[in-house]
């Protein structure tokens, strides 16, 4: 089994930590994850993001400089390499500046995507008449309220932010178009990659507690935190086995923010004492967050062969590179 596997946003940590596994799975070795990976070689994996290439590792695969945004070089990127399968992972991740800018936010979360759809719907024509490329999408648990999680795959969106709605209208024009698609929806994803762009929650809390620095987090909210290997994990399999349709791909332990960041403390045996309990409505964040989201993994655990660590085992992951 030999594919050609596009990976957009290649400079962020979802697209970085793919790389990293598809350049472990073609040199025979096992990438993090506990799932059983199944056997490839040859595959021909093309990195693609905007800006230069920000990983460190430069070797077993090829860099498109690529602005989804732009239609032309969608275009021209995709004619040039007809993979069989294109992972989305780019987009606008810092919901508070989707909610203050809308513009910005609507061209990466949505028009790209139909510039996507529509390069690959071209491509496909183009092809042999049973060449079919697949499309991998990844969207998130905000596009739903939050009143009644966890979530299964087939529960009834209900976006509250700017960034929950254009991550929604994205599901809509895959989901209404013609192409073989998959979604993949996510929570909070942590992780560490190369010269990052933006932080994520662990990384956050450990550097705070570390300092010792009076922290106010929110008990009120409820996530499944995410091992970014493991999310890198969901998208490979659902390449690998041609999976259509959706797919919740999120870390298996539900908790409160608060719990979350008492887990990092101890962990990595940090003092508490500095963290102070507050509700969200004080925060006065732009964008309005769900309260209880968590997804029901069972679906993918049956059909990919999904396998998150728990968040400790995650954690744990996360200290090793950290040290290196
Ligand atoms: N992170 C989370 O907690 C979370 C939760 C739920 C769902 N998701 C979804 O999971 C996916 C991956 O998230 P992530 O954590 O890997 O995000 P990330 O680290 O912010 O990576 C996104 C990458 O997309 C790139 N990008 C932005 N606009 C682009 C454009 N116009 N053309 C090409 N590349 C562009 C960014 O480039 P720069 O680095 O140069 O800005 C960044 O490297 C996203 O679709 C996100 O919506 C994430």
């Not at 962020?12 to 990976?37: D, E, M, R, S, Y």
């Not at 990195?47 to 989804?68: C, F, H, P, T, W």
Request: net charge positive; proline share 4%.
């Amino acid at each position: 089994m030999s594919k050609k596997i596009l990976i957009t946003g290649s400079n962020g940590l979802l697209g970085q930590k793919i790389v990293h596994a598809l350049l472990h799975l073609n040199a025979g070795k096992q990438p993090i994850g506990k799932c059983v990976w199944p056997k490839v070689s040859g595959i021909k994996i093309i990195a693609a993001s905007k800006g230069e290439n920000r990983m460190v590792e430069k070797l077993g695969y090829e860099y498109e400089q690529l602005d989804i945004c732009d239609k032309q070089q969608v275009e021209t990127v995709l004619q040039k390499h007809t993979p069989d399968v294109v992972i989305n992972t780019a987009a606008m991740t810092n919901v508070d500046a989707c909610e203050t800018q809308k513009e910005e936010c609507w061209r990466t979360n949505v028009i790209a995507v139909q510039n996507l759809v529509d390069a690959l719907k071209s491509k496909g024509q183009s092809q042999a008449p049973n060449f079919e490329p697949l499309f991998i999408h990844l969207s998130t648990d905000f596009i739903f309220d939050g009143e009644a999680g966890p979530y299964k795959e087939d529960d009834t969106p209900n976006p509250l932010s700017y960034y929950a709605l254009s991550k929604y209208e994205s599901e809509k024009i895959i989901q209404n178009s013609k192409i073989k698609w998959t979604i993949l929806r996510t929570i909070i994803v942590y992780g560490i990659a190369d010269n990052m762009s933006r932080s994520n929650i662990v990384l956050w809390a450990k550097e705070a507690l570390t300092k010792g620095q009076k922290i106010n987090v929110v008990d009120d909210q409820f996530r499944a935190p995410t091992l970014s290997e493991d999310l890198a994990q969901g998208c490979i399999l659902a390449a690998l086995k041609g999976a259509t349709g959706i797919y919740n791909i999120s870390g298996k332990d539900i908790m409160s923010i608060l719990e979350l960041v008492y887990c990092i403390a101890d962990f990595w045996k940090l003092d508490k004492s500095g963290v102070t309990p507050i509700k969200s409505h004080t925060l006065n964040q732009a964008a309005k967050r769900p309260p209880r989201t968590g997804f029901i993994l069972d679906k993918a655990i049956r059909d990919l062969g999904y396998t998150p660590f728990s968040f400790t085992e995650g954690l744990a992951i996360l200290d090793k590179q950290l040290k290196k």
